[in-house]
């Protein structure tokens, strides 16, 4: 079992869910049930996971979660690409948030890894 407090790439993916959140608040009204609503969920998912995980008894457990929580970074990704084709956020703030993002992303999949070659 795993401290998930004591993870980088869990406080690094609770500090972005406030960024995210912040980017969110300034979309359309209409979108409140839509894209903010998914984008906040989907980022919200990436340390919950990473929580939920650390619990298990085993790293091949965990891992499970850590690639879930993977894939709710790329599903994050996809959802911000959206945003800035719809021209809710700017390039400059896509880029950023993005920048962000990856950093979690390269984390979570050396992370994975090194669980991988644990098991």
């Known amino acids: 079992m795993h401290n998930y407090k004591e993870l980088e790439v869990w406080k690094n993916s609770v500090a972005f869910c406030s960024i995210i959140y912040k980017v969110t608040a300034k979309f359309p009204d209409f979108e409140k049930f839509g894209l903010v609503s998914q984008l906040n969920r989907a980022v919200i998912s990436i340390p919950s996971n990473i929580a939920e995980g650390s619990a298990k ?3 091949k457990h965990f891992l499970i979660f850590l690639e879930t929580s993977l894939g709710s970074c790329y599903e994050v990704e996809t959802q911000l690409l959206v945003a800035k084709h719809l021209n809710y956020i700017s390039e400059i703030e896509y880029e ?5 993002l990856t950093t979690i992303i390269k984390m979570l999949i050396k992370f994975i890894k090194f669980l991988q070659n644990k098991i």
């Open 57 to 59: 008894s085993s790293d």
């Open 96 to 100: 950023t948030v993005n920048d962000e």
